[in-house]
């Protein structure tokens, strides 16, 4: 940097001011510096140049030749740096930024861990708030700003517009070892009409499902028992209590068999939803990791 450039730095400010206000009073005024500093630094920018920039005119001043051709390069330069800072504050937003995530609860345990350590990898600082509970509060809270994102079981209004599947799941009908249908190789729901349900509690996304499911089978189940947690739901199956509608699960014990349901529609698309209100940086970055390789992160 030549040496001229580098002590004129300091003085931008006087002189831009000093340009807009063609007053040395008004500049000061403006700068919240007395006016004998602007004058002082007025006539030291000229020592520093080796040549006058403003000369007086009347009660006030204004820029000279010279002063014309310099002030559009000073401007550049404040606004350059403008740039810079806002720049820097968007990469320091970005990286200390905290996401606000709504969670169903049976997506507690390994989606939304591998999908928060793979973003943690690369942005370290961000933090996290995290809730769970049934979907309808996912979404409650999605509408209502308390979360930034939800991971939760879509549905029909759920479009790439507002949601990105990570995978869908065959359902299962859960049955106690030894059951009638223990042995069956597929089940029409039919075949269940019977049978006392165990299930999840209304708000809970399984419990929607169940409930369309049956309603296809024509069927109005017996529900023994509901619950707010799958794994209690197949706790409650293996005691012998009822059969239930559940996600598969790899390596479920003894105590229960898992059904193929013929039912086509016996599946959950699981997600990510977000609002119509524009994201944070933070988050609009966790969002595209999620879209680039959630999927590969959740393989059922």
């Known amino acids: 940097m030549r040496d001229e450039a580098e002590d004129l730095l ?5 002189l831009l001011a000093v340009a807009d206000t063609e007053h040395i ?5 403006v700068l919240g510096i007395p006016q004998p500093t602007v004058s002082r630094q ?6 520093i140049l080796g040549i ?3 000369e007086r005119r009347g009660r006030g001043i204004t820029l000279t030749a010279a002063g014309r051709i310099l002030i559009p390069y000073l401007h550049r330069v404040v606004v350059d ?11 320091d937003a970005r990286a200390r930024g905290r996401i606000s995530v709504s969670f169903q609860n049976t997506l507690g345990e390994d989606i939304v861990p591998a999908l928060i350590k793979q973003f943690r990898g690369e942005h370290p600082a961000v933090t996290f708030e995290l809730d769970q509970g049934a979907r309808a509060r996912c979404l409650d809270r999605l509408d209502d700003g308390l979360a930034d994102l939800a991971f939760v079981a879509l549905s029909p209004e759920h479009t790439d517009a507002n949601s990105f599947q990570l995978y869908d799941e065959r359902l299962v009908l859960v049955v106690p070892a030894g ?18 349900y165990i299930a999840m509690g209304h708000g809970f996304g399984m419990r929607s499902i169940c ?10 189940p017996d529900i023994a028992f509901e619950g707010q947690d799958i794994h209690t739901l197949r706790g409650l199956v293996g005691a012998g209590l009822g059969v239930s509608i559940l ?3 790899r390596g479920h014990g003894p105590e229960t068999v898992e059904v193929r349901i013929s039912d086509p529609a016996a599946r959950r698309r699981i997600g990510m939803v977000w609002s119509k209100r524009p994201p944070a940086s933070s988050v609009q970055a966790f969002r595209t990791m999620v879209v680039r390789s959630g999927r590969a992160l959740v393989v059922r």
């Open 179 to 196: 059951h009638r249908l223990a042995t069956a190789r597929s089940i029409d729901l039919t075949d269940t009409a019977d049978e006392s």
């Open 247 to 249: 996600p598969r699960l």
């Open 42 to 47: 007025i006539a030291r920018a000229s020592k």
């Open 25 to 29: 009073t008004e500049a000061a005024h």
């Open 211 to 220: 409930d369309e499911l049956w309603d296809d089978a024509g069927i109005t």
């Open 81 to 91: 740096l403008e740039a810079g800072l806002d720049a820097m504050s968007e990469h």
């Open 10 to 14: 300091p003085l931008i400010p006087t």
């Open 52 to 54: 006058e920039i403003v």
